[in-house]
Structure formats: C-alpha cells, structure tokens
C-alpha cells in the first residue's frame, strides 16, 4: 500500500534541510596555526613566485614560528626585521589570509605611501585571492561602484582589510581596527600629514579590542633611526641560529662569519668580480663548512630577551643566509661590486646582511692625524705611481692639492698650496700651471707630472672657470660642479658647459658632475682605515709642503648629521663647531674624483717607471678576512 506524506511531513523535511544548510554555512573555523593553514590552502601566483604552487612551510622552515606567533592568544606585537628574499612579503600574505578565513575582524594594512599599497593590491592580494580557493569564496571581485570591495578594501564576512599608505591621516585615524599589518616600516614617514606618528595613529585603533595583534615588517636601515630596531629590542629578539657541524654551538649567521676568495675579471672602469669559494667559519670554533653543510645542519631561533614574551612582544631577526633563494656566491658578489659605492653598500648591509648601517661622520682626531705625518725622502714617495690635481674655487684664490696614487688604493698627499688672486686674472691660471706642469722627483731622478686636473666651477666666477679649462684641455684640465645629496654617483661622464661672454655663447667645455657627498663618505671612511697596511693615507711632514694644523682642521671640518623629515630620515654633511674652512676636504675630494675619472692603468705605470717588462698577468685573489665593518673607500 502506498502512502503519501501530509503538507506538514513536507514542510518539516524542507525546514530540516534549510537547518543543515545553515548548521553548514556556520560552522565552527578549524582550529590551525597560520603555518598549516598556509600548508592546507594557501597557492603562490605564478606572476609572484618563481614556485608558483602550493604553500610549503618546509621550504622556509624559519617562518613558521612567526606565523604562529600570530596565533598565538599570548602575543599581541611581533616585529621581524629581514633581509630580502627570505619570504617576508609571502608570510605577510599568509597571516592576512589566515585572519580573513579563520579569525576574521577590521584590519588594516599599511604600506609607505598610498602608491605603494596601490601596488601591493594589485601585484599581490588580488592574485593571492584569485588563486586561493578559501579566500576566492568569502572576497567577490572587486568592483570600482561597489564600496565595500575596491582596489584599497577587501571585504568579507566579520570584517574588511583596508590598504593604504603611512602617508595617509585620513585613512590612519578613522574607525577601530583588531589587526594592523605595517610593511616596511623604516620606510614609513615621519608624520602623517601633519597629525603625528603614524604608527601611533593606528596603535590608538586598536585599543578597543582586547585580542588585537600588531605585526610590523621591515628591512632594518640606519642603526640610531630604524623603527623596526627599536620595535625588535622591545621584544624578546630572538635570531635565526644555525648548528656548527664541529662544535654543535648555535650561532646567528653574520657577514662577519662569511670567508671567500674571489678574483676580479676585465679591465677598465668597471669591476667585475669571479667568487671562487664561500665557506662559514663557526664565530665559537673557528671551523669551516660550505654553505650546502651548513644549510643542511639543525636551526632554531634564540632569544636574548625571552621575558619580553610575558609582555605579549615577539620579535624575530633573519638575514639572506638563511634565504633558500639566494646562493651565498651571490651576496658575496653583490657586497664585492657595491666597494667604492656607499649608496650600493647600504643597499647591501640592509637587504641581503639584514645589518643596520652606521653612518660615518668625522673621521680622526686631528691632533691624532698630524701625529701620523711622515718625513718624505724625496718629492714623491716610492710606491706613487700617478699624480692628479684638485682645485677649489674662491673669490680671491685658488686653494689645489696634488695627490699621488698607488697600488691598494694607497695614497700620498704631495704638497696642498693656494694661488692669491681673483680666479679672473691670466696670472691666477698661470700660476696654477706651474703646478701642474711641474716636474716632481722621486729620490732615484725618476719623475712624474700631474696627469689630470678638477677644477671647482660652482663660486661666482663660473664663467672664467669654463673658459680657462677649455685652453687647458690638452693637459687634462677640467671644469667640475659638485652635487649633494644621497644617491648622486660619485662621478659619470662629463657633459658640455656652455661659456658665455656678453650675453652670447662663444663655446662649451667638458663638465664633470661630482657627488660630494659620495666623495667625503670616501675619504672618512679611508682615514679611518690608517692603521691597516693598505688603503692607507699619507701626510707630508716635511716644511713647506701646507700638510700644517690647518690643513688637518680644514680636512676633518665636516660630518654626516641626520634629521627626521615627513621623508624619514635625511643624512646631510655639517660644517663642525671651530672648523671654519673646509678647503682642504673639498681639493682632496676633487683629487680623488680626479683620478676616478682617469683610471689609469697602475701596471703599466709601475712596470714603465721601474724598466718591467710587461709579463702575464696574474689571477688576483681576495680573502676575506674578519673584520668589523667593511668600509667604503675607493676613490
């Protein structure tokens, strides 16, 4: 016998059915770490990652107690300063896309300037959502007339993910956030527009959630001034430490610690370099091990500051070597053909060594300088294999110094002089050649002459400067205007000054742009190398040559200060207190610059002065050797 079910039965099985669906639709979120949420669910977009495919924490094992950090109800701050490629960006990702999934709430991420969260939204997030299936579910496409999922807000159920950039007070200071991502935060402005830290902008609207978490992200920059250095020192500051295969002492992996030979390849202006080996001496042994050895060996991250922790303040430090991207040859290379550049060599210390940069600033002692005088047997010392000369510019003189040049970047100041006489009159320029026409003699009768000649053009006889280099073309004089600021290369090529009489253009002249700043970095960094047996600086004591106390005052007058700015930090040179003239820095710096310029070949030079003939050139190899801080002094 057939039965047929009532309207009731029917609307109970329905109302059962619409139950389930719902008891579906709100299930409890799993309960996971960041680090298997990732392993579980996350993708990397191919346009982002050269290994593009599922999430393997494995891959990056020294992100996985970051990750966690985050879920971890304990912490409240993590703060992790890393170098570049060691995933920092992709952990970033997984931590937002673990809160938007599991633990959602209002959260903000926040990036240096609006452009750059523009950039990120569009590079980033929106692939990451594209290709990440429980991600793809809960955020819809975004739409430029819907205002609740744009380019610069993400929503999805419990919550929405704003971007936008440290320069941005409006966005800073509105309404309540559980979750606070800053990225690079050394690069973060000063003030937001006139309302203050931005940091603490959005500290303040977090303070209504009893389980926010603040997690900032950075490169560390310059030690004094980096805010991720003071964010890490607040935490419990624990370092990415690496098992020695000899001793079994863990050990954070410094540059320090780094030994190679490497050998330099070409000719010419640029260098290029080969690395042969790299190997990592164990700081507590000694012992050496490759790079494969070592990457291979137990890690595990130490604290210096574990107490920090009852405070909810987690903080992590990772560096390059530890990165599975980047080869150890690689950072070497980079460090070896950054030398001469300190622009390059911040870059460097900061995105691969994960190192702070001290700046350098006054260099010596004067007293302590005069001290290192040195009595000249002759004009020129043995071991100066090429003359240059550098002019600086006053109304009523010119102030020059000759310096010589040898092998190891090893220097002689030769004689420092000035010329009376307003830089318009024939006899000033006429006088300046016997300088550089001059003979000067080494004890064995042998000789040399000034090979080539910078002349500052940046007072207020520009004109007579630009005319009076073109006549002495032919012996290498040149006009020269100097730059400041951070970033101007040292030297380029010239281009073409025009010279002007009554109004009209009667001719053009070479014009050297020089990058002062660049130049005084060098010299500091160099007489701060005096003790060491190359690179070394070398002052005449004997009378008459102008190497006097006020040369040595004149040569340390100047230091690296810094300000904050809406920019960040801004590192420019100052005159110091009791140092008036600063004549004597600016005609070593164009000396210097002088010789940049010339290249000249120091073999060739010393096989000809000393009757060599030319043999084959042998393989040029660098060992590392410890040292504190690698210096910046190529000329």
Known sequence: MTTSRTKNEDEFVNLNKSIKRAVINFKPPEQMTVSEWADKYRRLSP??????????????????????????????????????????????????SYMIDIDPGPAMFVLPTVDNGKDMAKRRIAPMIRDTRPLRKKIAVSKSRDSDNTMLKKSYPGGMLTITGSNSPASLASVPCRYVFGDERDRWAKDAGGEGDPWGLVEARTITFYNYKMVEVSTPTVKGYSAIEKSFGRGTQEYWCVQCPHCGEYNFIEFDHIRYEAHRIGEGKEKHYVVDSVDYACPACGCKSGEQEIKKQ??????????????????????????????????????LEAQGDPQKMKTVYNTLFGQLWEEQGEAIDEDELMGRREEYDAELPDGVLCLTCGVDTQDDRLEYEVVGYGMNRENWGIEKGYIMGKPLEAD?????DGIIDRVWKFKDGKDLKVSITFVDSGGHYTQEVYENCRRRLMKRVFAIKGRGGEGVPYIGPPGRAKIVKDGVVVGTTPLYIIGVDAGKERIYSGLKRENEGTHRYHFPKNEGKGYDSNFFNGLLSETMVSKITA????????????????????????????YRALNPNLEKIFQRLHDIKPQKQMKKVYRRQPQRKAVQDEW
């Open 47 to 96: 346009e982002n990652s050269a290994e593009a495919g599922p999430w393997r924490t494995s891959r990056t094992p020294y992100l996985k107690e970051i990750m966690d950090a985050f879920t971890d109800p304990k912490v409240h701050r993590i703060a992790v300063a890393a170098s570049s490629q060691v995933g920092k960006t992709e952990m970033e990702m997984n931590m937002i």
């Open 567 to 594: 920019k960040g930090v801004v590192w420019a040179w100052k005159k110091l207190d009791g140092h008036n003239r600063n004549e004597a820095l600016d005609c070593r710096n164009y000396a210097n610059a002088a």
């Open 428 to 432: 000033v320029w006429e006088r300046l």
């Open 298 to 335: 137990p890690k595990k991250w130490i604290a210096k500051n574990p107490e920090a922790y009852k405070n909810g303040i987690r903080s992590f430090w990772i560096n390059a070597f530890s990165s599975p991207w980047m080869p150890w040859k690689k950072i070497v290379l980079e460090f």
